[in-house]
């Protein structure tokens, strides 16, 4: 008999990262999200849930292969009410096959798992407490934003809520009991938590459920959650590292918890539920630091389901993955969400290494113990590739040099792990330095200038000694923001036709509320505990966005989720603070291009006044749907609804950024295409304002905006233009890119949008 095969995924964490890995077990039913055309539903039945349970009921009985049968209540897992037409079930194929002809029947996709992409970020994005996005948006006040993750800890001092005022009374949301929590535990700032396993529990109906809550025994949710709203917290730090006060984006907005992703493993059937209950308690927006790769729109149960959220006028931020540097390996390439890109702060983390002539040295560490200021003897041991050598060492400072190869860093910090010591000093290049600064044993990391004045200094010494002071945190990096290496590259697989990711906030080291009894490093051989944790990952950048989101809905609550996307997106930097085009670590330090960081880096206080911005109806997500030739049935099962107005397909969203395919590989040597886009802007600044066009030259292309001067009379007015790119129907190199700003002629806006030439093909 053949067994289907469902793949259960878990979550480690490591060091800073969090890791994935999936084992394979054989079960004999599987999950899967089924769509149901509501107006095919008898008038005998009083409501969607009892005519779902009769469907199944009948496709049990019908199920000839069914040798124990169980009853439809067990196979009906969720009967959802916003984010899909239908239910989530636990059937056999053969029940599958038997449901397929039942009265109604639409489409279904099987459950997935899900990828989770794992103090001083606010005063980065420049927010400030007396001008600008923080007070004008009263520090998000009232903005309720529902966060899709791992739970919380209630008890975080970033949950309190001293100084808030009631909970809105539109409010639908609950606090739900469960093992280890209660609704004592929420207040005005956590103001739901509510938590979502029956299709986990489907999955494998023998499985433990560690903690039966909204209670986080991860810490990835206590920590993107207070990212997005956390509050003011005095004398936080990781270990001494990033000291300072804590705080969220939007530290006045409320929070929800929907817990969704569990130690056990993440079910799209858990989370699309998630997402369904947030949009009845009523949230504003949506963060989900979590995706799938490599799924069509119709067939990925959280475009689906967030298209029901814009419906609703809910804005959904969403995190790349951390697959990059490839290009090609971002998920949540959706057209109605935000999808971030993770960059560097202007901060590190680090020691000093004092020689014994008084010589000072910088270097990077995160050694989260505590080290004596004594002077030891330091040695310099080459490689350190020689164990029996290292093992010889007793009560040094070992220095060791990378060769550049690769796994060299790797091989050396196990072997000093190994051989054990007093401290040992990395004179290194690697890239992947950030994975090694959480050292177990006190460690410190050097550029090879710096290592090479530390080895000239051991070399000519006949006595040479040093000590380390560890726990520096060091502001004002120059050059900041970068793009990390790890964040997902575009094109999106599943519409490549709108450029993707959106945005770029930070994700690397970023402090945050941490659960106090999970371990967040280790001193030696012993687990050390933490009230606030460094973690990196596009999990850490989308609740940035989700915060800043939540800033722009408070001061313009009726704008679309496009609007407020557009006014990120078209305000964003291109430039670091060293004034050069912000550089890309998985790229070699070449200036970022649009499919590594999308528009730019995000600037919340700009984002406050753009100007102009690129709005989208839910008929023009419908037009796009249409112009990609999905059939009728995929188009349903997006937008629940049968009667789609499919007069106007169109490939072209309104979108701020642009995106051209010159890919045709059969085409005559320099032979030449155009790619032609329309665009309609609204004028949302107080007034009358003429813009004019520029675009940055883009060697080998020809782009044309026409008209090239927009004159607005009044507020809200809108205009509309096209830009035309003329290029080689084959380019010749993979990316070229460049910018069409808008400006006014006073200079109060400048309207930014990328515009990407490429000869990538998404393979299908
Ligand atoms: C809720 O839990 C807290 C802490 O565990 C406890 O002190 C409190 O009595 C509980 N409240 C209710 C209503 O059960
Ligand atoms: C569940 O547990 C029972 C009893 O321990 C065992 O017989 C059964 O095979 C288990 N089922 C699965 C799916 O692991
Ligand atoms: C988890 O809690 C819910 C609600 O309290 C309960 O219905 C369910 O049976 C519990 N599940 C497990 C596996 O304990
Ligand atoms: C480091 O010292 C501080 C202050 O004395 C202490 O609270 C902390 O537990 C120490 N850390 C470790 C890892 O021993
Ligand atoms: C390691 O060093 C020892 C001396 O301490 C030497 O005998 C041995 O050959 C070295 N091993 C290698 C692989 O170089
Ligand atoms: C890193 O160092 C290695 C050897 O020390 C060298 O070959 C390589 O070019 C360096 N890489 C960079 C990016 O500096
Ligand atoms: C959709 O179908 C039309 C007509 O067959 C075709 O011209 C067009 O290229 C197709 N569009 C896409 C995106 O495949
Ligand atoms: C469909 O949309 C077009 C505009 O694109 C409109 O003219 C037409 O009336 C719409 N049809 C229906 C049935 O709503
Ligand atoms: C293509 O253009 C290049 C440079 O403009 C020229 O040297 C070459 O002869 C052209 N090839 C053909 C087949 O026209």
Redesign the pocket.
């Known amino acids: 008999m053949a067994a289907d095969i469902t793949k259960h995924l878990y979550v480690y964490c490591w060091v800073s990262f969090c890791v994935l890995f999936m084992f394979i077990k054989l079960a004999k039913s599987d999950n899967y999200i089924v769509h149901m055309d509501i107006s095919a539903m008898p008038k005998a039945f009083s409501n969607q849930h009892t005519w779902y349970l009769a469907t199944l009921s009948s496709v049990s009985a019908k199920s000839k292969a069914e040798t124990n049968p169980t009853t439809p209540f067990s196979k009906l897992i969720y009967t959802y009410n916003h984010v899909i037409q239908g239910f989530s079930a636990s059937l056999t194929p053969a029940e599958l096959e038997s449901l397929k002809n039942s009265p109604g029947y639409v489409s279904s996709v099987k459950d997935r798992v899900v990828k989770v992409d794992t103090t001083h970020s606010f005063e980065f994005l420049d927010l400030n407490s007396g001008t600008g996005a923080w007070p004008v948006s009263s520090f998000g006040k009232d903005v309720i934003v529902g966060v899709i993750d791992t739970g919380v800890w209630p008890e975080s001092e970033s949950f309190n809520d001293d100084g808030m005022s009631d909970v809105p009374s539109r409010w639908k949301g609950e606090c739900e009991s469960g093992t280890q929590f209660n609704s004592s535990l929420c207040n005005k700032k956590l103001i739901g938590a509510r938590f979502f396993n029956k299709g986990l529990i489907a999955h494998n109906s023998n499985i433990t459920i560690s903690m039966n809550s909204t209670r986080d025994t991860e810490g990835h949710g206590t920590h993107t959650s207070t990212t997005v709203a956390g509050t003011y917290v005095k004398d936080a730090s990781y270990f001494g590292y990033a000291p300072g006060t804590a705080r969220g984006m939007a530290p006045m907005a409320r929070v929800a918890m929907y817990k969704a992703l569990w130690e056990e493993g993440a079910y799209t059937t858990d989370i699309i539920a998630a997402i369904d209950q947030a949009i009845t308690d009523g949230v504003d927006v949506l963060s989900m630091s979590l995706g799938l790769d490599g799924v069509d729109l119709y067939e990925d149960p959280i475009a689906i389901a967030t298209f029901a959220a814009i419906e609703k006028n809910i804005f959904v931020s969403t995190s790349a993955g951390n697959e990059g540097p490839d290009v090609e390996t971002l998920h949540n390439g959706t057209p109605w969400v935000i999808t971030v890109a993770a960059g560097t702060m202007d901060r590190d983390f680090g020691a000093t290494l004092i020689l014994s002539n008084k010589v000072s040295i910088n270097g990077l560490a995160q050694y989260p113990g505590n080290f004596t200021s004594t002077e030891f003897p330091i040695v310099f041991m080459d490689t350190c590739s020689n164990k029996t050598e290292l093992s010889k060492i007793k009560q040094k400072i070992i220095v060791c ?4 190869k690769e796994d060299s860093l790797d091989d050396q910090f196990n072997n000093i792990l190994a051989a054990g010591n007093i401290a040992a000093v990395f004179i ?4 992947s330095v950030d994975v090694f600064v959480q050292s177990p044993f006190p460690a410190i990391f050097l550029v ?1 200038k710096d290592g090479d004045t530390v080895v000239d200094f051991i070399k000519s010494n006949t006595d040479p000694k040093a000590s380390i002071v560890f726990k520096k945190t060091i502001l004002g990096i120059k050059p900041s923001p970068r793009v990390t290496s790890y964040t997902s590259r575009g094109p999106s697989y599943s519409c490549p036709l709108v450029l993707k990711p959106d945005i770029m906030a930070p994700g690397d080291s970023v402090l945050a509320a941490w659960p106090p009894n999970i371990a967040a490093a280790r001193v030696n051989q012993d687990l050390v505990f933490t009230n606030f944790n460094l973690l990196s990952g596009t999990s850490m950048a989308c609740p940035h966005v989700s915060g800043i989101a939540a800033l722009l809905k408070a001061v313009y609550p009726n704008w679309s989720p496009a609007a407020i996307r557009s006014a990120l997106m078209t305000t964003s930097d291109q430039i670091d603070n060293t004034g050069s085009p912000i550089k890309d670590i998985g790229g ?1 330090l070449r200036p970022a291009d649009p499919l590594a960081m999308g528009a730019g880096h995000v600037n919340p206080n700009k984002a406050l006044n753009p100007g102009l911005i690129y709005d989208a109806t839910v008929q023009d997500y419908v037009d796009l749907l249409c112009g990609l030739n999905f059939t009728q049935q995929q188009i349903k099962t997006i937008t629940k609804t049968s009667s789609n107005n499919c007069s106007n397909p169109s490939l072209d969203l309104n979108y701020p950024s642009f995106i051209a395919f010159f890919n045709d590989r059969g085409a005559k040597p320099n032979s030449t295409t155009v790619v032609e886009f329309g665009r309609t802007v609204t004028n949302v600044g107080d007034g009358s304002f003429t813009y004019k066009a520029n675009v940055t030259p883009i060697n080998g292309l020809k782009v044309t905006v026409e008209p090239d001067t927009l004159v607005f009379k009044t507020k809200y007015e809108k205009k509309s233009y096209k830009l035309s790119i003329e290029g080689p129907k084959q380019l010749h190199k993979a990316v070229l890119f460049g910018y069409l700003t808008w400006e006014d002629s006073g200079k109060e806006h400048v309207v930014t949008s990328p515009i990407v030439a490429t000869s990538y093909k998404i393979e299908k």
């Open positions: 040099q990378d060769p550049g290194t290049n690697s890239s090879q070699n």
